[in-house]
């Protein structure tokens, strides 16, 4: 007869196949923190939780070299693999002093004025033209007092702009990570986006349980156990020949 999963079974089955993390499963299931581990080890010794966890990765269209394929990536992801090299405008910050600010703020003037009278500007633009063209002859009072005070004035502004390298975070593929289930979370926090990669180090014991690397505790203490029984069998007939 086909066991029935409880309903911690079934979230500790949906759980375990995100990560495969058994005693994080066991938590997030809702069994006890203190007994988790013992729990999401004993729950994988069962068959019937076994064979839900084959028929779950099947249903999600994962076969044996898509899931491993998958550990792989989550083994190996890193969250510099987000960013990509893109060219960005920028300005450096460059000294000017006050008699060449002078001198642009005049050409400024000129060149607005000349296109106001081309682009025979109606009376709400004209005036705003105007309004623009007083601030910059103010400016030039403020630039001239201060050099009287200071010859050697000057200010810190934008210089050319350039085209520069840069790294911007590619959302689009951690968004592709997410869905695909290499990505834990993301979310907006306080310093922007915040991203929570999988635990590598449970994606690698993973993989290398899949190649047969690693040995089960329980394969182990039982080898020790049965090892003792046949030393101590071929004891006890050496002793009686």
Same mark, same amino acid.
């Given at each position: ?14 759980? =375990? ?9 066991? +938590?997030? /299931?809702? =069994? ?15 068959? =019937? ?21 998958? +550990?792989?990536?989550? /083994? ?51 005036? /705003? ?11 030039? @009072? ?13 200010? @810190? ?18 968004? %592709? ?13 306080? =310093? ?15 993989? /290398? ?6 040995? %089960? ?25």
């Amino acid at each position: 007869m086909e066991n029935s999963l409880t309903a911690k079974e079934q979230k500790f089955v949906e759980e =375990y196949v995100k990560d495969f993390n058994a005693t994080q499963a066991a +938590i997030r /299931a809702g =069994y006890s923190k203190h007994s988790a581990k013992q729990i999401g080890y004993e729950n994988l010794t069962k068959p =019937y939780l076994k064979a839900k966890v084959e028929e779950l990765l099947k249903s999600s269209s994962l076969g044996p070299e898509e899931t491993k394929k998958l +550990i792989t990536d989550i /083994a190996t992801a890193n969250v510099s693999n987000f960013f990509k090299k893109v060219k960005v405008q920028k300005s450096k910050l460059v000294r000017k002093g006050l008699q060449l600010l002078i001198e642009e703020l005049r050409a400024e003037i000129e060149f607005e004025d000349e296109y106001a009278r081309q682009a025979a500007l109606a009376k709400k633009e004209l005036e /705003a033209h105007e309004k623009s063209q007083q601030h910059r002859r103010r400016q030039i @009072i403020r630039y001239k007092l201060e050099l009287k005070n200071n010859p050697k004035a000057f200010r @810190i502004v934008d210089g050319p702009t350039e085209l520069v390298d840069d790294v911007e975070l590619d959302l689009v593929a951690l968004a %592709d990570d997410k869905e695909g289930g290499r990505i834990k979370s993301i979310k907006n926090g306080k =310093y922007g986006i915040e991203v929570d990669l999988l635990p590598a180090d449970t994606m690698i014991n993973a993989m /290398a349980r899949i190649h047969g690397m690693f040995i %089960d505790k329980s394969e182990i203490d039982l080898n020790a156990k049965l090892d003792t029984v046949v030393k101590i069998g071929y004891g006890e007939n050496d002793q009686g020949a």
